[in-house]
């Protein structure tokens, strides 16, 4: 009778789970995933040639970036052996590294089960780790921090950790000056500080006023963040729109500014023009050609942590010793939203050598066979899409291209 499942220990199931791996994550149902580009099919001659998403969306993917090897040659019968050049996996200041998450599937006493179903266990397990990690990530370095909201499902942990600089790959960077801004309670102005103290107020929260100067600021600045297009959406051209990202504190507050359900039967409206696209669907609202969802996790500063801000238009030097002020106590915090357009983050994926795709994994035998682990790692890195624009009279300023980040006051439990 012929075999149907992948024995334990078979080397053919390292490429079958770290292929089923990635195309799990590729296909994760999460806010995040539906604002990335797909990657090219072999019918995509232009984007085939450098493996590379579309840019009308604000998370943009490409594999196999390797920038050119350097150096001298080896003449003759010189010794070549160990000399080789290593191979440097980035472009434009994105690198990418190896992540990897081993994970116990225990001893054969403490789980009596087959090690083909602790293989399927571990593999969901580790499924879910990557997604959370994957999103989070992106989540950070749009924001330009992590925040300091933590508990458990948090895989990237604050900038405080040891360990935050080699998980988050690339540096992280806070707002540009022209993409950061701060509520007023009824609209929105440039982040400043009074003392140490970043100036903003309990009062300064998100809501309807906020929402329409944000479409007003857009309309009226040089190079706003460009819309986001949907293949599939009718109204791309005649009706532009991009999204804001919420925490879960600052939609409610949306919500109870206005009648929100007025936006979500916008919301709906688009979706028909768009081949009923889930990002529109839920609990989304549109107004105003601002599509508004909520973000997976918070980017929260609490009373006396420090908002890094940049505090001129013509450098990325980052102020970072002005903190959420103390008046917020325990019943306040600051969160960031996120108000995203094409191109605003840079998703590089290399290919592992066990595998030939980004994720692979591994499962071994531990104590004399006694104990299994499983391990899932990926190879990969994120980076904020930012530029040198002339602005003319404005000098030349480092501009997050796609993202601008909106700082407002939330009431927490």
Not at 51 to 71: A, H, K, T, W, Y
Not at 121 to 148: C, I, K, P, S
Not at 166 to 195: C, M, Q, W, Y
Not at 224 to 241: G, I, K, L
């Amino acid at each position: 009778m012929p075999q149907t499942t992948i024995p334990y220990g078979s080397p053919q199931a390292v490429k079958v789970q770290s292929a089923g791996l990635f195309a799990a994550n590729m296909q994760r149902p999460t806010t995040l995933n539906r604002l990335t580009g797909k990657l090219p099919t072999q019918a995509d001659a232009e984007n085939n040639l450098r493996f590379q998403s579309g840019n009308e969306l604000p998370i943009m993917r490409c594999m196999d970036l390797i920038n050119p090897v350097g150096g001298k040659p080896i003449m003759g019968e010189e010794y070549a052996e160990g000399k080789g050049e290593r191979m440097d996996f980035s472009q434009d200041a994105l690198r990418i590294n190896q992540t990897r998450k081993p994970i116990s599937a225990g001893g054969k006493m403490t789980q009596q089960r087959t090690p083909h179903q602790l293989r399927t266990l571990a593999r969901a397990q580790g499924h879910n780790y990557m997604t959370r990690l994957e999103d989070q990530l992106a989540l950070v370095h749009l924001a330009g921090a992590r925040g300091f909201a933590d508990d458990i499902e948090w895989a990237c942990p604050v900038n405080t950790d040891g360990d935050f600089s080699k998980i988050v790959v690339n540096r992280v960077k806070a707002p540009t000056r022209n993409r950061h801004f701060i509520s007023t309670g009824d609209g929105l102005e440039l982040v400043s500080a009074t003392g140490n103290e970043i100036a903003i107020a309990t009062t300064d929260v998100m809501n309807i006023d906020l929402v329409d100067a944000l479409r007003t600021k857009l309309d009226s600045m040089p190079l706003p963040p460009p819309p986001v297009r949907y293949e599939d959406d009718q109204m791309s051209q005649d009706a532009p729109m991009r999204v804001l990202l919420c925490s879960s504190e600052q939609y409610t507050s949306v919500v109870q500014s206005t009648n929100f359900r007025t936006w979500q039967a916008n919301a709906m409206a688009r979706a028909q023009l768009a081949k009923m696209n889930p990002l529109f669907m839920g609990e989304a609202g549109l107004w105003n050609g601002i599509l508004v969802v909520k973000m997976p996790k918070p980017i929260r500063f609490y009373a006396g942590n420090p908002i890094n801000w940049c505090s001129s238009l013509t450098s990325e030097n980052e102020t970072t010793t002005d903190l959420v002020p103390a008046a917020f106590g325990t019943n306040y915090a600051v969160d960031r939203a996120l108000l995203l357009g094409g191109q605003s983050l840079a998703e590089a994926y290399g290919k592992a050598r066990q595998t030939g795709n980004p994720y692979f994994w591994s499962e071994k035998e531990l104590d004399h066979g006694d104990k299994l682990e499983i391990l899932v790692g990926m190879i990969a890195g994120k980076s904020k899409v930012r530029f040198e624009i002339n602005h003319g009279a404005g000098g030349v300023q480092p501009t997050d291209f796609g993202v601008m980040a909106i700082d407002t006051a939330v009431k927490i439990a």
